[in-house]
């Protein structure tokens, strides 16, 4: 997957892909003046529509990573649990036992 690193009209580093259906995606620094932000999701899916990307913080993308990361590893996400009435994530189980 090829990402096209470029500035905005405005000075914001912008990375531009597409995914596996061919939609038109971006990762985005954000102008949010009170904190780190960035953009990410499909500009453009694959049947030509407009659509919106997601607006994360640094703590969101670090929540994110952890997710990403075990999918990276493993080919999975991790399993979740339920820990004092809410949903919490664990690692992924090891499948070749």
Request: proline share 3%; hydrophobic share 30%.
């Amino acid at each position: 997957m090829p990402i096209k690193v470029k500035k905005t009209n405005r000075g914001f580093t912008i990375c531009e892909f597409t995914d596996r259906y061919n939609s038109e995606c971006s990762v985005q620094e954000s102008s949010l003046a009170t904190e780190a932000a960035i953009w990410l999701g499909v500009d453009t899916d694959f049947n030509g529509k407009e659509c919106t990307r997601m607006h994360l913080t640094i703590e969101q993308v670090q929540e994110l990573l952890q997710l990403l990361q075990t999918f990276v590893d493993t080919g999975y996400l991790p399993e979740p649990k339920v820990v004092d009435g809410h949903w919490e994530l664990t690692e992924q189980k090891d499948t070749e036992e």
